[in-house]
């Protein structure tokens, strides 16, 4: 079973930048699709972006396209969520998931998130 930990959360002002981090562990890294959702109080969880195990193919919500890079490190197993030109309302904890089979493009934790493995989460707030 896969471990995901989230870091690199924290504060920053409006027009500011911030890189997440998601270190797996657990199992093969790198033939898994990954994803970054994200959750506002009172909202619900909605996806950010998400990279498929092999190829370019990745998505991005709209709300983040042109702001946000999702982009992995097979050989540190890591994910990575590159946030630039931060509003206020990107403000959310932001949650790292994994694709529980392998060898899937990432359409599948976009439309089943509740079957991928979950990272505890970190908080990005934005200040105006």
């Known amino acids: 079973q896969v471990q995901l930990v989230e870091s690199g959360g924290g504060l920053v002002q409006a027009g500011g930048s911030l890189r997440l981090s998601c270190a797996a562990s657990?199992?093969?890294?790198?033939?898994?699709?990954m994803g970054w959702f994200r959750q506002a109080p009172g909202k619900e969880r909605e996806s950010v972006a998400a990279?498929?195990?092999?190829?370019?193919?990745?998505y991005y919500a709209d709300s983040v396209k042109g702001r946000f890079t999702i982009s992995r490190d097979n050989a540190k197993n890591t994910l990575y969520l590159q946030m630039n030109q931060l509003k206020p309302e990107d403000t959310a904890v932001y949650y790292c998931?994994?694709?529980?089979?392998?060898?899937?493009?990432?359409?599948?934790?976009?439309?089943?998130?509740?079957?991928?493995?979950w990272g505890q989460g970190t908080q990005v707030t934005v200040s105006s």
């Open positions: 990279i498929s195990w092999t190829g370019p193919g990745t």
């Open positions: 657990g199992r093969t890294f790198s033939i898994y699709s």
């Open positions: 998931a994994a694709d529980k089979v392998p060898f899937r493009l990432y359409n599948t934790i976009l439309l089943n998130p509740d079957f991928a493995s």
